[in-house]
T-cell receptor
């Protein structure tokens, strides 16, 4: 069935390194994708989004890349910090009503 | 501007009981969505409300219901609780449609014994 999934359930990086979190999606009709960060005991926090008519969008220390050809989404975090440790979810917006379909999540651990 | 607030933060119930959770959206936001988060199923969409009307519904049984008030505050109700209903229930608000950026509250942790 259609789904949004993540390639890796866990990712461990050294402080200061760059992190790349990947996500695959299967619905080519989706027109909006969002990355959320969820820290322990908190709700998901919006990081960055991208529309399907774009292939790259940059924020503060984060970049999202969208490859529609292979239906792949990635989140790049530059100079990863201990405060970046969290679970990261990609979410796909489907349909005119726009409810979010979430992937399973990737846990990012940053080693000092 | 205050964020999305949810009450209560923690709740313990027993099987067969019913529960009501509350969500206050960001001021000016009119769309409120509810999600269930469990370790096994991840984040799953429950329903979305806009202008006191349910606009969209996920694949959950009828025991899960909700409503929205004229001030955009929303409640969700779960009747005849089951053990499997133990989860983190998250509320998210957006300005007009759920396809606008959704901002989440801290969630209500429901434990069913």
């Amino acid at each position: 069935g259609e789904s949004v999934g993540l390639h890796l359930p866990t990712l461990s990086v050294q402080e200061g390194d760059n992190s790349i979190i990947n996500c695959a999606y299967s619905n080519s009709a989706s027109d909006y994708f969002i990355w959320y960060k969820q820290e322990s005991g908190k709700g998901p926090q919006f990081i960055i989004d991208i529309r399907s008519n774009m292939d790259k969008r940059q924020g503060q220390r984060v970049t999202v890349l969208l490859n529609k050809t292979v239906k792949h989404l990635s989140l790049q975090i530059a100079a990863t910090q201990p405060g970046d440790s969290a679970v990261y979810f990609c979410a796909e917006v489907r349909g005119s009503q726009g409810n979010l379909i979430f992937g399973k999540g990737t846990k990012l651990s940053v080693k000092p | 501007k205050a964020g999305v607030t949810q009450t209560p933060r923690y709740l313990i119930k027993t099987r067969g009981q019913q529960v009501t959770l509350s969500c206050s959206p960001i001021s000016g936001h009119r769309s409120v969505s509810w999600y269930q988060q469990t370790p096994g199923q991840g984040l799953q969409f429950l329903f979305e409300y806009f202008s006191e009307t349910q606009r969209n519904k996920g694949n959950f049984p009828g025991r899960f219901s909700g409503r929205q008030f004229s001030n955009s505050r929303s409640e969700m109700n779960v009747s005849t609780l089951e053990l499997g209903d133990s989860a983190l229930y998250l509320c998210a608000s957006s300005s007009t449609t759920a396809s606008d950026t959704q901002y989440f509250g801290p969630g209500t942790r429901l434990t069913v014994l």
